[in-house]
């Protein structure tokens, strides 16, 4: 498209929505690596890649293939009905990595619909219990009732409120006792409502609450204390999946013994509920006409098999390579730019950033002098609001070069003309 023509696109993307773009994001189908090609022709370094659902980056041949493949089908879209060998394909592959207590796998479309799905069945398993504890800045989903679940309560707004959700503090590291809080707090919403919890839901890390982690003994304490309560331990790995190091991060931080349900999505290029056969719903309770589209069930499959294959996972595998990488950056760009990274933090291929005092004018502005760089990315959390970075796992250390020294330019103009230079 020409500079005009890009425009008139851009604004009657913002009419037939209802709201405009974030910013004027239009991409072209192509792109190469971390790179996207947008409809104007010009190229930006794409670091939230979707929120999180290029895996592998732009134009990856080997998923082009597999994409091209499966739509040579007869379905575009897969139901629970007939299923085809795409859905076998991707059940099989999930539950490979998803260790030896969670035995069933039921595809959905989005990552909503797999928390609605979990949700649903901890519900039914520990009737007539109703509620849910959750930790506070935690995401869940945009349904009516995971809009509740979730923290924000923007999300909410003019929605029917039912009461069934209690929150808990997350790991907060400057905190004196921060596993002593938060079992403090859930001790007392089981002392309050006894009998009537069903489930806790972890998230643990917090995409959009800002990409905040916590250690594995902050969540084998309260998943711990979930078990001797009789509280389903649910644990929603949407945006963390496939990102963490491992295919799940639960197994990544060793907490299996505990999980009964997981969703996963994002990646996935669909989404996933998995769970135990205790928590195996009777008939009738999770349906619906879509198990997903074929290919997106094929590129899910084959995206987890390349993991597997090509050596991203584990310990040492080149997503905590990647993490690692993108450490050390922060660390120089920390440096260089005292004043405008006052916190950085994530894990493989989620990070995110501090820019400045991290309030939410002041980071939108260094999201948009990004953009101008060349650099997509995006926000989240609030109070501080942060710069959120999903990496594709397979990122160069060009691209992190390339990308970093455009968040430097970014983070310099906006300081400059806010009279705060770094």
């Not at 851009?10 to 189908?29: C, D, F, H, T, W």
């Not at 959700?165 to 590291?173: K, R, T």
Request: glycine content about 10%; hydrophobic content about 45%; aromatic content about 8%.
């Amino acid at each position: 498209l020409t500079e005009p023509e890009y425009a008139r696109a851009v604004a009657a993307m913002g009419r037939l929505r209802g709201r405009p773009l974030l910013l004027p994001a239009i991409a072209s189908g192509s792109g190469r690596g971390a790179r996207v090609r947008l409809a104007d022709g010009t190229w930006k370094l794409d670091w939230i890649g979707g929120i999180g659902v290029y895996a592998f980056g732009h134009a990856d041949r080997d998923l082009v293939e597999t994409a091209a493949i499966a739509a040579a089908g007869d379905a575009v879209f897969q139901g629970h009905l007939l299923p085809g060998s795409e859905y076998l394909r991707l059940s099989r592959a999930l539950l490979r990595h998803a260790g030896r207590r969670l035995r069933h796998v039921w595809l959905s479309i989005s990552g909503a619909m797999a928390n609605e799905n979990a949700l649903k069945m901890v519900l039914q398993k520990r009737h007539p219990a109703d509620r849910i504890v959750a930790f506070e800045g935690n995401f869940a989903g945009r349904t009516t009732t995971l809009a509740e679940v979730t923290d924000k309560a923007a999300y909410r707004e003019g929605l029917p409120l039912r009461g069934n959700v209690l929150l808990i503090p997350f790991y907060d590291a400057a905190h004196p006792d921060p596993i002593g809080r938060s079992l403090a707090a859930l001790d007392a919403h089981l002392h309050r409502h006894p009998g009537q919890i069903a489930a806790m839901c972890f998230e643990l890390v917090q995409g959009e609450g800002g990409i905040r982690t916590a250690p594995r003994e902050f969540f084998s304490a309260l998943m711990q204390r979930c078990r001797a309560a009789g509280i389903a331990v649910w644990v929603d790995e949407v945006q963390t999946f496939a990102r963490t190091g491992e295919v799940f991060a639960f197994r990544a931080l060793g907490l299996d013994e505990w999980v009964d349900v997981v969703t996963a999505g994002k990646v996935l290029q669909g989404s996933a509920v998995l769970f135990t056969r205790a928590m195996n719903p009777r008939p009738g309770l999770v349906a619906g006409t879509y198990a997903g589209a074929t290919v997106g069930m094929a590129v899910g499959a084959r995206i987890l098999e390349r993991l597997e294959q090509e050596g991203y996972l584990g310990a040492e595998g080149r997503i905590a390579l990647l993490g690692r990488r993108v450490e050390r950056r922060f660390e120089t760009l920390a440096r260089r730019c005292e004043r405008a990274v006052s916190r950085y933090e994530g894990i493989g291929a989620m990070h995110a950033f501090v820019a400045f005092d991290g309030k939410a004018d002041v980071t939108n502005a260094v999201l948009c002098a990004a953009w101008d760089e060349g650099l997509f990315v995006f926000t989240a959390g609030a109070n501080p609001t942060r710069i959120r970075l999903l990496l594709p796992v397979n990122t160069t250390d060009e691209e992190l070069e390339a990308g970093f020294a455009m968040l430097e330019k970014a983070l310099r103009r906006v300081g400059d003309e806010r009279g705060t230079p770094c």
